[in-house]
Structure formats: C-alpha cells, structure tokens
C-alpha cells in the first residue's frame, strides 16, 4: 500500500499519542522500519499488520481506531493541507458527498501510484444517500465515518450517519442530512497558501 | 426571443466574467467576478481600453478597432493594481454596435484567488480553474513529501559514504579504514610493521590504454596483494595506486622482504586486458613500530614514505626498510643494498 496511507496511520499515532506510542506498535507490528515515507511504496501486509499492532498496543476495538484515524485526517493541523484538497470537492456538503466517486482519480491525478479504495455514492433523495466502500483493509468504512462527520462539520451541516456493515471487502454507510447550514462551518480560503 | 435583461443574466451565469462594451467603448454590463476585480469601484460607466491595457495585439486603440478583432485571442492587463493578466475574446455584442468581451485568468489565476478573495462561486460551473486550483495545491504538496524524501535520502547516502571502510573498486579496505586499524594498533602498542606500496608504470597504463585497463590493472594487483600477504593482515588502498599494508604481530625483517619481493615478482607479471599486455610494478616503503616508539599512526606512514621514496630513486621495483639515516643519505638506495648484502 501507498507510503501515503501507511504514513497517515503512524502520523494519527505519533501526533495523538506520541512516537512512543507508535514506536511500539512498529515493534510489535514486526514492520522492520520506524518511519513510513510518503512517497514509498509498502507490501499490503504491512499496512494489515500496522492496523493490528496500534489496536493492540492502545488497546481499542478497531473500529474506534479507524474512525479516529478518519477524524484525524481532516481535523489536526498538520493535516491541514488534506482538508482543503478535500474541500475543492465542492461548495457545500452534497456537492463534496458527490465529489467522492472522483476520489481516487483526483488522488491520482497529485500521485500516479497513489490508490485509493473505491468508493461509490447513492443518492436515495435529496436528503438520504449511502457511501458503499471496498478496501482489503477491513473497518475501511469507519475511516469514512470519522472523515464524513468531521467534513460535515467543516462545511456546517448537520448529518446523521450510519455504518450498515457489509462483507467481502465492501461496507456500506447510510447518510442522513438533516440540516444543509446549521452551523457556520470552518472558513475555506481558495487562494490560501499552504506551508 | 430573449430579451436584453434576460441575455445579460444568462451570460452573468455562464460566463461569469464577460463585459458588454458600447459604441463610445464604455463598459455597460459586467460579469459579477469582474466586479471584483476593480477594488469596489463601479465597473459600468469605465471605459474598456482604460480599464484594461492591451497587450496584443498591440495596435488596437479604438473601439473600431478592437471590432475587427474579433475571434483573436486578447491579452490584457488590469491598468490598476495588482496588474493582474488577463486573457480574453471579443465578438459582437447582443445588441447592435455593442462588443461582447469574456475575460479568463489564465495562469495568473493563483494569484487572482487570493488577490479578489475569489470563491468556487466566482467561476462558472464548467470552468476548470477550480480543478486547477486543486491540482496545483495537490501537486504541491505531493513534489513537497518528494523533496523531502529526496533531502533525506541524499543525506542517508553521504552519511554511509562516511561511514564506508570500503574502497568500491577493488574491495580492499579505504584509507579511512586503514586510518582506524592503525590506530587500533599504536594503541594496543604492539610490534608491527608498514609497507607503502606505490605501483610503477601504472599512469602509463591508464594514459594509453585507457581507465577500463588502469581499473583492471588496480583489482589484479589488488588480489595479488591479498593472495601474498598473510590472513592476519590488511592491505588497504589509501591513494590513486598507492597501498598501505599492515603486517600485525611483529613480523621479521626477512618475512616482510619475502613478502615485498612476491608482490612486486607476481605484480610484474603482464595482465592482459582486452588482448592488450598492461605492465606495471611496484616501489616498497616499510617501516616498523615498536612497542614504547611513541610513533603516531602519521609519523609511521611518513617513516615508511621516505623508504618509499629511496625505492624510488633507487630506479624502481625496489623496497627499502626505514631507518632515521635515509633522512639524510645522499644515496637512499644505499639502505636496500645494505640489506640486499646482508642478505
């Protein structure tokens, strides 16, 4: 899997519980290496394996973990610049919902070799959608529902979300809009200049 | 039919940044992301060419002018601060004697969002410039992760050339490793002995049968050297074709003599590179430590330079032993013919 991804994990570690925290579960996980680099490519087992050993060494049920993992990725400052890239998908939260069908080609488009999981957006009405995800790496979903809900709140929306499960590498998440603008949102700057 | 009012909403949307431009060559509509760029002040009523400089074509200064224009592609200049560059096409207007201009950033477009504060909203629904946005931002950040994969590889690689004991052409140890042994050595202040070793004839090889010869030449004769010296020492390259071995456990006079002369014996033996006969020899320097000598790892390799330098001058394919007369003598051979009589 992409250095990209194996380098979020350990950065949700290292930035939410410290290097040592995320030292260990490199140890543990048997990974051979302290740091990912981003723009490496890993064996798919060791994603697996990294996932396993941050579980076991926080000792949480893995799908906190990768819910946090989706939160982390779109709230902390030094993922600052994955947030905007995210918001170009669109001028309020339906657009930006819409816009993940194109994830991984925009992915692809920054970073040739980079690939994400599919993801597939169903509009059942103008209120009522389901995101359908297919990952090896299972609890991909929960990722999705840190990210959704947070995305939520960057663009001020009130959202109910719902993990329905699934099987075979596929989850499925139900999303209910409940209110468009409820909340004033967090400001998105089109000419601000990333560090 | 569609009406005036009608035509001009229909193009607020679609082109969000046109001007209707009116006989006198005054703006009498503008697109609402042109509002924007006039820092507050009304658009309407400007006229055209003051607002914006014409860059090319460059003869173009009436109305009249522009008009036969149309079609061409326009390069503009907003006249006031920032002085952003513009790219636009004129056609007729929707109403007679009027022209239609639509204006696009171009590729001053990064710095246009952040100078009129533009938003998604500024741009038409099937402008790329939101996409372009994204992907320079995306690319950004990407070439960035690069950058610095590179920084730290490149300092990952200069640190383990530092850290090498290796010289990569012949195996043998480098002069940084051989700089560490010798000093392991001075410090356990035990017998043993030097030999600088410097081949003969090798610039000759390199400068007429070229570098792919002079490198075959060095790992020859650096597998020579292995083969006749003893498990116990190390023969490290410490120079172009110069070498350092260091005999251990206080070898004899006579031992190390019978080494010197193997080597140089088995080093003058032709090497065919290429069917191409390389010949080369080799000058000897030795010089010994002796326990409580207080010699430092420098004034041992100098001692041996100077028998080096009497083999040398002794016409080459020589070896010498150090000994504080060759400092002085007139004839430094002398101390090899000594021995040699001794012998």
């Known amino acids: ?195 | 039919m569609i009406g005036r009012n009608a035509t001009a909403g229909y193009l607020d949307v679609l082109c969000p940044m046109h001007v209707i431009v009116n006989r006198s060559g005054h703006i009498v509509h503008a697109g609402p992301t042109v509002q924007k760029l006039h820092s507050g002040k009304p658009v309407v009523g400007q006229r055209f060419l003051e607002m914006f400089v014409l860059k090319r074509p460059r003869a173009l200064s009436s109305v009249e002018d522009l008009r036969k224009a149309a079609g061409t592609k326009l390069h503009l200049q907003l006249s006031i601060a920032p002085y952003t560059a513009l790219k636009g096409i004129l056609m007729p207007g929707p109403q007679e004697d009027q022209l239609l201009v639509n204006l696009s950033f171009g590729i001053s477009i990064i710095d246009a969002v952040r100078d009129f504060e533009l938003t998604s909203a500024d741009f038409a629904a099937t402008d790329m410039a939101i996409e372009m946005l994204y992907l320079v931002e995306a690319k950004s950040a990407a070439m960035e992760a690069s950058r610095k994969l590179n920084l730290r590889l490149q300092g990952a690689k200069i640190a383990a050339e530092e850290q090498a004991f290796t010289d990569t052409l012949t195996g043998l140890k480098n002069r940084r490793a051989m700089d560490h042994i010798l000093a392991r050595q001075i410090e356990a202040d035990c017998k043993f002995a030097i030999m600088h070793i410097d081949l003969d004839f090798f610039k000759a090889v390199n400068d007429t049968k070229g570098h792919a010869a002079g490198d075959y030449v060095l790992q020859v004769v650096s597998r020579i050297m292995v083969e006749e010296t003893r498990e116990t020492d190390t023969v490290g390259r410490v120079g172009g074709d110069e070498f350092i071995v260091m005999l251990p456990n206080g070898p004899s006079e006579s031992a190390l003599f019978g080494i010197g002369e193997r080597i140089i014996d088995k080093l003058e033996a032709p090497i065919m590179f290429q069917g191409d006969e390389c010949r080369v020899s080799a000058s000897i320097g030795s010089a010994f430590y002796s326990p409580g000598c207080n010699l430092s790892a420098e004034a041992l390799i100098a001692n041996a330079d100077v028998a080096l330098y009497a083999s040398k001058n002794a016409g080459r394919a020589q070896q010498t032993f150090y000994s504080p007369e060759l400092e002085h003598a007139e004839d430094p051979a002398s101390d090899v013919q000594r021995y040699r009589q001794v012998h």
Not at chain 1, 52 to 74: F, K, Q, S
Not at chain 1, 138 to 145: A, L, P
């Open chain 1, 1 to 195: 899997m992409h250095g990209l991804i194996n380098r979020a994990i350990q950065c949700f570690v290292t930035d939410s519980y410290g290097p040592e925290k995320w030292a260990d579960a490199a140890r543990w996980a048997e990974l051979g290496l302290v740091d990912f680099e981003s723009m490496l490519t890993y064996e798919d087992s060791m994603t697996h394996r990294a996932i396993d050993a941050v579980c076991h060494v926080l000792n949480r049920p893995r799908t906190d973990i990768m819910e946090d993992i989706g939160t982390y990725l779109v709230s902390h400052p030094n993922t600052e610049a994955l947030r905007r890239l995210l918001r170009f998908g669109g001028v309020n939260f339906v657009e930006f919902l819409q816009s993940l069908d194109d994830l991984p080609d925009r992915a692809r488009l920054a970073v040739a070799d980079l690939e994400l999981p599919t993801l597939e957006v169903r509009d059942h009405s103008a209120v009522q959608f389901s995101l359908v995800t297919s990952s090896s790496v299972e609890g991909f979903g929960h990722v999705m529902m840190g990210l959704l809900r947070t995305m939520a709140d960057d663009y001020g929306a009130l959202v109910v979300l719902e993990h329905q499960g699934g099987g075979q590498g596929s989850e499925t998440i139900s999303i209910s809009l409940v209110m468009t603008e409820f909340a004033e949102g967090r400001r998105f700057d089109l000419g601000a200049r990333m560090s």
